[in-house]
C-alpha cells in the first residue's frame, strides 16, 4: 500500500517570503505521479502542481516548483513571494495503478500554511 | 470554479433520515470519485466510478450507496447514518481511471445530529 507523509501539521511564512512543505512517500511502484493540491476555506481542492515520476526534471508553475527526489521518495514543494492568497491547507498526494485497472490518489494529511502580512 | 460542481453546500440530518449528494461534471470526464474528508484525517477514498462501472469501494460501509447513472453524474445515498459520518465528502473527476490529473467539487459539509 501507498502511503503520504506531511511531517509538517502546520507552516507559516512572511509575505513575499518563500517557505518550503514537505511530502515523502512510500511505494514499490515505478510509473505513478505526484501532486502538490491547495484547498482555502473555500474547500475547494485545486491542483497546484502535478510531477511525472518518470521525469528528472522538476515542476515548476510560476511560484510554485518541486524537489523531486525519487531515491529518497521525497516530494517537497516550494513557494516563492508568498501571497496572502496563498494560505490555505496543502495537501501532497500520490496517484498509481491500484492495480484493479485504476489509478487511486492517496492523500497526506496536509499542511496549513499561514501567511502574514 | 473547477467544472465538477456539488449539491447541497451543507447538510444536517438525522440518524433515521434518508438524504443524497449530487455530483455534476461537464469536462467531459469518464471517472469520477467520491472522498471522504475528517478533521485530522487524510482524505479517504470511498468510490470510484470508471466508464461508469463501479470499480473501487473502499471497505465503505453499506449506509452509503453510490449510483453512477451517466459518465457525468454521481450520486451518495445516504441512509441511517452515524454521528462519526459528519464530514467533508468531496467529488472529484479525471479523464479516466488513470489519475493524472484530479478535478474535485467544493464539497458537502455533511452533519448528522
Known amino acids: 500500500a501507498q502511503t503520504v507523509t506531511q511531517s509538517q501539521p502546520e507552516m507559516s511564512v512572511q509575505e513575499a517570503e518563500t517557505v518550503t512543505l514537505s511530502c515523502t512517500y512510500d511505494?514499490?511502484?515505478?510509473?505513478?505521479?505526484l501532486f502538490w493540491y491547495k484547498q482555502p476555506p473555500s474547500r475547494q481542492m485545486i491542483l497546484v502542481i502535478r510531477?511525472?515520476?518518470?521525469?528528472?526534471q522538476n515542476a515548476t508553475e510560476n511560484r510554485f516548483s518541486v524537489n523531486f527526489q525519487k531515491a529518497a521518495k521525497s516530494f517537497s514543494l516550494k513557494i516563492s513571494d508568498s501571497q496572502l492568497g496563498d494560505a490555505a491547507m496543502y495537501f501532497c498526494?500520490?496517484?498509481?495503478?491500484?492495480?484493479?485497472?485504476?489509478?487511486?490518489?492517496?492523500f497526506g494529511k496536509g499542511t496549513k500554511l499561514s501567511v502574514i502580512p | 470554479e473547477t467544472g465538477v460542481t456539488q449539491t447541497p453546500r451543507h447538510l444536517v440530518m438525522g440518524m433515521t433520515n434518508k438524504k443524497s449528494l449530487k455530483c455534476e461534471q461537464h469536462?467531459?470526464?469518464?471517472?469520477m470519485y467520491w472522498y471522504k474528508q475528517s478533521a485530522k484525517k487524510p482524505l479517504e477514498l470511498m468510490f470510484v466510478?470508471?466508464?461508469?462501472?463501479?470499480?473501487e469501494n473502499n471497505s465503505v460501509p453499506s449506509r452509503f450507496s453510490p449510483e453512477c447513472p451517466n459518465s457525468s453524474h454521481l450520486f451518495l445515498h445516504l441512509h441511517t447514518l452515524q454521528p462519526e459520518d459528519s464530514a467533508l465528502y468531496l467529488c472529484?473527476?479525471?479523464?479516466?481511471?488513470?489519475?493524472?490529473?484530479?478535478?474535485f467539487g467544493q464539497g458537502t459539509r455533511l452533519t448528522v445530529v
Open positions: 498526494a500520490f496517484s498509481s495503478n491500484s492495480g484493479a485497472g485504476s489509478y487511486q490518489l492517496t
Open positions: 511505494t514499490s511502484e515505478s510509473d505513478y505521479y
Open positions: 466510478y470508471n466508464f461508469k462501472e463501479q470499480t
Open positions: 469536462l467531459g470526464h469518464n471517472a
Open positions: 510531477q511525472e515520476a518518470y521525469k528528472q
Open positions: 472529484a473527476s479525471s479523464r479516466e481511471g488513470r489519475v493524472t490529473e484530479a478535478f
